[in-house]
């Protein structure tokens, strides 16, 4: 058994609520070195065996088609994940 | 009571006597989806029916119309909002078939999306663009003006270009985005149908409140005219002049507007 990774953030135009949230919210437990927050998605998907190609190529499918929707979102990462 | 109601058919309140629609328009089916996390559905087929028509429920997992005139997609939060709001119902089975049928080549399938409906229908790809988060982080509850763009759509006949109405606005994820050659078009086209009036509720880009596609047969809006079609149920205010408390029902024109189109046709 493998997994592969799939990372989606908004695009960087879209407002993030939930990243301002938690940037926030860092000053209070004392960290304020940090001067913005974005929060994404990340999905693993698992398979049998070994990751392929084209189990590679299937879960950029999945991202593009389901996972992410790009009108608001960027998939910024598929890649195998070693268990 | 002798005869056993079926579910759809028992009101929840109101009294449906008190309307006195054309009889012609109770031939029109209007099917309204439910899927796992809909809340808006028996409010959506109360509307149908006060406006006239027969409203007909639609399962999310099942692949078939029931040979519908117009299906109703309606608010809520279908499957939890998982993913992204609307993401998971635009893949049911159902909706494949409202897809195909909407886009027929000819007599396509009137649909109407609501809040969550909208957002799904975005999500199939009927409509362009997509919601996010109200750009102010809060949910919103509220009457809201609205001012109807267009009533060359199969949901806003009844209504004049330029008329305004107030109905409840509720939602998180509110905030209508699309690229800038999208909003340009729509503009452009004409298919901006609904636009905030006196404030922008949730940062919305050109104040949209709703569009339709090309062929105006497909409309999606955030607000809710199911919520504003009955005297006493409705907001305190409405486009049409003075109302009474909770006196309200601009929102009844939407539906009576898809009835006398599909009798008309």
């Known amino acids: 058994m493998a997994r592969i990774v799939v990372d989606v953030m908004l695009k960087p135009e879209i407002l993030d609520p939930q990243g301002k949230a938690i940037a926030n919210e860092l000053p209070r437990i004392g960290l304020s070195n940090f001067t913005d927050v974005r929060q994404g998605k ?42 | 009571m002798a005869e056993s109601l079926a579910a759809s058919e028992v009101p929840l309140v109101g009294d449906f006597s008190q309307s006195t629609p054309n009889p012609a328009l109770a031939d029109v089916r209007v099917g309204v989806i439910t899927f796992p996390g809909t809340l808006d559905d028996r409010d959506a ?109 199969s949901w806003t006949g009844d209504f004049a270009a330029g008329q305004e109405i107030v109905v409840p606005l509720k939602n998180q994820d509110g905030q209508y985005v699309a690229d800038p050659k999208t909003l340009e078009a729509l ?18 880009r050109n104040d949209i409140a709703g569009i339709c596609n090309e062929r105006g047969n497909v409309v999606g809006l955030m607000p809710h005219p199911e919520h504003a079609v009955e005297p ?31 009798v008309k046709a």
């Open chain 2, 232 to 262: 006493g149920f409705g907001p305190s205010s409405s486009g049409f002049g003075t109302v009474g408390l909770r006196g309200g029902a601009d929102g009844l024109g939407v539906f009576t507007s898809l009835l006398n189109q599909l």
């Open chain 2, 45 to 153: 087929s109360r509307a149908v029916r006060l406006a006239g028509g027969t409203p007909l429920p639609l399962w999310h997992d099942e692949a078939d119309l029931h040979k519908v005139d117009a299906v109703i997609v309606p608010g809520g939060f279908s499957y939890g909002d998982y993913l992204r709001a609307g993401a998971i119902a635009a893949k049911a089975p159902v909706m494949s078939k409202v897809v195909e049928a909407a886009s027929a080549a000819d007599n396509p399938l009137p649909v109407l999306g609501i809040c969550n409906g909208f957002q799904i229908l975005t999500e199939t790809h009927l409509l362009p663009g997509s919601m996010i988060k109200n750009d102010h982080r809060k949910f919103i509850c509220r009457d809201q003006t609205l001012r109807v763009e267009t009533n060359q759509t």
């Open chain 1, 42 to 83: 990340r999905f693993e998907l698992t398979v049998e065996g070994e990751v392929t190609e084209e189990l590679l190529a299937q879960a950029r499918q999945a991202a593009e088609e389901l996972l992410s929707n790009p009108v608001i979102e960027d998939v910024v990462n598929v890649a195998a994940l070693e268990d």
């Open chain 2, 187 to 204: 503009e452009a086209e004409g298919r901006v149908v609904f636009r905030y009036v006196d404030v922008n509720p949730n940062g919305s």
